[in-house]
């Protein structure tokens, strides 16, 4: 029998909701690292994420880059899709929609993800992009997610 492979992020996850420790580092990827993610609040289907935004994301204007914006989006709804889901699954963002409300200059940004449904194949989750004081929605977004088995390939 082959033992069942999981998605590193999603047991981090539910080990640390478990726990409940919680304002900590999210360097699970580099990209989360670049970003200076941490993990503000968690339960499974919610989590709260803040990200330290440098100069380096800033576009021509001097304000946080669009692309910027949606991936803190993405990372957040993603790690709230994979708090629900159980050991072997993983998933993958189908389609995302997503609304600039105001520009923001480099700083902690929070993000807040709820997850509104999980199917057999499909999560639907929505978040909202704040100032670090949560006074100002720079930008919300929606978004599905493909709900699938974790698949190691093992090289040859």
């Keep these: 029998m082959n033992p069942v492979v999981d998605n590193p992020d999603r047991a981090f996850l539910e080990r640390v909701i478990a726990e409940a420790k919680f304002d900590i580092p999210l360097e699970l990827t580099a990209g989360l690292s670049a970003l200076g993610a941490r993990l503000i609040q968690g339960r499974p289907g919610a989590v709260e994420l803040s990200y330290d935004v440098s100069e380096a994301a800033i576009q021509g204007n001097g304000v946080v880059a669009g692309g910027t914006l949606m991936t803190m989006l993405d990372y957040a709804m993603a790690f709230a899709v994979l708090s629900k889901l159980s050991c ?8 995302i929609t997503v609304n600039m409300q105001a520009a923001v200059k480099p700083s902690r940004l929070k993000v807040s993800a709820t997850v509104e449904r999980v199917g057999r194949q499909v999560a639907f989750a929505r978040a909202e992009l704040f100032d670090p004081q949560r006074e100002l929605l720079v930008a919300s977004a929606s978004a599905t997610f493909f709900i699938m088995n974790v698949v190691r390939t093992q090289a040859a």
């Design 88 to 95: 072997g699954q993983t998933c993958a963002t189908t389609s």
